[in-house]
């Protein structure tokens, strides 16, 4: 047997557990003792390191938790209202971004639902045989909590039962309000901008699981929301970019891209949804909303971002990613049974089964292509 080294525990390393060195090492040559003590050092040194950079990187979220009741949201509905019943109603169809006001008729709590013009909504319009429509889109005023959820339901319910269309030139956009999210932080803070850049990261994973489960295949490749994935040398957000090369790339990515982030620099900054395809089912619209604030309430508590995704945009590639939808339902919502992202107080009991069930529904139609897209109405489920 090798003799002992002589050796004291004294030599060890600061913060070393010295009955573990003469349990471990007393009776092993000089030469191994030296070799696992340094090991073991080695071990402890990038153990705290490890644990400082998972500080660091907590210390860039934002822990939303129950002030997702607080962060505003707010939807636009494209649609062909029927002539008869708008005329009826009293609605009045204003300018673009200069909406009318709607009626007590349709806006009974006059919270400030507003209807304009859209140009895209001229690109294709229900047959003539389907009766004279209007096309037209509703905005929302800011809304939140169950109340928001309760009051969008609510008024697609109504197009829903006056007859209003859609084609496949409609959409629906679904915008999440920034300041609620940050505590009133803007994208001059880096902190804030680390964030968006982590929000993308995961709009990149995500992106097929939105347009599947909004069941038409005609948003795909859509001039109006091109994706945020074909681009990789121009959108990617670096971490740590500075306010002039931030502004800089939100303004070269453009606003018609599945999210549009040029209007996080305004008096109202936000997040802007365009992915989601157009309808007037209720349901599918308040599922929507619970999608677009789930991903950035996880985006904003992530202490790291996601492997950013690029690629496999086109619609062959889109209907061919099977785990999509799974893929966005388990990160937001069935992963863990008490952490619902993007749920306000309240909302997942009374909606949350019916919204998974319907998304799922709908994505199945969008990759078996069950149903023809171009087909105006709204018999979607």
């Given at each position: 047997?090798?003799?002992?080294?002589?050796?004291?525990?004294?030599?060890?390393?600061?913060?070393?557990?010295?009955?573990?060195?003469?349990?471990?090492?007393?009776?092993?040559?000089?030469?191994?003792?030296?070799?696992?003590?340094?090991?073991?050092?080695?071990?402890?040194?990038?153990?705290?390191?490890?644990?400082?950079?998972?500080?660091?990187?907590?210390?860039?979220?934002?822990?939303?938790?129950?002030?997702?009741?607080?962060?505003?949201?707010?939807?636009?509905?494209?649609?062909?209202?029927?002539?008869?019943?708008?005329?009826?109603?009293?609605?009045?169809?204003?300018?673009?971004?200069?909406?009318?006001?709607?009626?007590?008729?349709?806006?009974?709590?006059?919270?400030?639902?507003?209807?304009?013009?859209?140009?895209?909504?001229?690109?294709?319009?229900?047959?003539?045989?389907?009766?004279?429509?209007?096309?037209?889109?509703?905005?929302?005023?800011?809304?939140?909590?169950?109340?928001?959820?309760?009051?969008?339901?609510?008024?697609?319910?109504?197009?829903?039962?006056?007859?209003?269309?859609?084609?496949?030139?409609?959409?629906?956009?679904?915008?999440?309000?920034?300041?609620?999210?940050?505590?009133?932080?803007?994208?001059?803070?880096?902190?804030?901008?680390?964030?968006?850049?982590?929000?993308?990261?995961?709009?990149?994973?995500?992106?097929?699981g939105m347009l599947q489960i909004g069941s038409r295949r005609s948003r795909v490749g859509n001039y109006y929301c091109n994706s945020v994935?074909?681009?990789?040398?121009?959108?990617?957000?670096?971490?740590?970019?500075?306010?002039?090369?931030?502004?800089?790339?939100?303004?070269?990515?453009?606003?018609?891209?599945?999210v549009n982030l040029s209007v996080l620099n305004t008096t109202r900054p936000?997040?802007?949804?365009?992915?989601?395809?157009?309808?007037?089912?209720?349901?599918?619209?308040?599922?929507?909303?619970?999608?677009?604030?789930?991903?950035?309430?996880?985006?904003?508590?992530?202490?790291?971002?996601?492997?950013?995704?690029?690629?496999?945009?086109?619609?062959?590639?889109?209907?061919?990613?099977?785990?999509?939808?799974?893929?966005?339902?388990?990160?937001?919502?069935?992963?863990?049974?008490?952490?619902?992202?993007?749920?306000?107080?309240?909302?997942?009991?009374?909606?949350?089964?019916?919204?998974?069930?319907?998304?799922?529904?709908?994505?199945?139609?969008?990759?078996?292509?069950?149903?023809?897209?171009?087909?105006?109405?709204?018999?979607?489920?």
């Open positions: 047997m090798p003799a002992v080294p002589d050796t004291d525990s004294s030599e060890l390393p600061p913060g070393f557990p010295r009955s573990d060195y003469f349990r471990t090492f007393l009776r092993k040559p000089v030469h191994e003792v030296d070799k696992a003590v340094l090991t073991k050092r080695a071990q402890m040194v990038r153990s705290a390191k490890a644990k400082l950079a998972w500080q660091i990187a907590r210390q860039q979220s934002y822990p939303v938790g129950d002030r997702i009741d607080l962060v505003q949201f707010g939807v636009e509905v494209e649609c062909f209202f029927p002539q008869p019943a708008f005329t009826q109603l009293g609605l009045v169809l204003g300018n673009y971004h200069n909406g009318a006001l709607c009626p007590a008729t349709v806006d009974p709590q006059r919270l400030g639902w507003k209807c304009e013009s859209d140009g895209s909504l001229g690109n294709s319009s229900p047959p003539a045989s389907a009766g004279t429509f209007v096309g037209c889109e509703f905005v929302s005023p800011p809304l939140r909590g169950i109340a928001g959820f309760n009051e969008v339901y609510r008024f697609v319910k109504l197009l829903q039962d006056e007859g209003a269309v859609i084609t496949r030139s409609c959409g629906l956009h679904v915008s999440v309000g920034l300041a609620g999210v940050t505590g009133g932080e803007s994208v001059h803070e880096e902190r804030c901008r680390n964030f968006v850049r982590r929000f993308m990261h995961f709009v990149s994973l995500h992106e097929n994935k074909d681009f990789e040398s121009t959108y990617g957000i670096k971490y740590k970019s500075t306010v002039q090369n931030f502004m800089s790339l939100i303004n070269h990515y453009g606003r018609y891209r599945t936000r997040f802007e949804f365009r992915v989601f395809a157009g309808t007037v089912n209720p349901l599918k619209v308040i599922g929507y909303v619970a999608v677009a604030l789930g991903l950035v309430h996880k985006a904003a508590e992530a202490a790291i971002a996601p492997e950013q995704k690029f690629g496999n945009w086109e619609l062959p590639k889109v209907i061919g990613d099977s785990k999509a939808t799974l893929r966005l339902h388990t990160a937001l919502w069935t992963r863990h049974k008490e952490h619902k992202y993007g749920f306000p107080t309240g909302v997942w009991e009374k909606y949350g089964k019916k919204i998974l069930k319907n998304q799922r529904w709908n994505a199945r139609v969008f990759r078996e292509g069950t149903r023809g897209n171009a087909s105006p109405g709204n018999g979607d489920r």
